[in-house]
């Protein structure tokens, strides 16, 4: 498998991440679980910024 495919992949996979991550965010916001807050918070963000920095970095698709 080339490096483009590695890298699609790799963001695929971040990008599904940060949605559960987000999921969780408004979960843990209904019943009142803030250390479940503070990682989910967590999650979110630093799987998001991978996610948006990767598609910023090899774009979307990945460029040659």
């Known amino acids: 498998i080339n490096k483009e495919v590695k890298i699609m992949v790799l963001m695929i996979i971040f990008g ?3 949605i559960l991550a987000l999921f969780a965010v408004f979960t843990t916001l209904k019943n009142k679980n803030y250390l479940g807050l503070l990682f989910a918070g967590g999650s979110a963000a630093v799987f998001g910024w991978f996610t948006v920095m ?6 979307f698709p990945v460029a040659h």
Not at 54 to 59: A, C, D, E, K, M
Request: glycine residues 12%.
């Open 16 to 18: 599904l991440v940060s």
């Open 54 to 59: 990767t598609i910023l970095n090899s774009g």
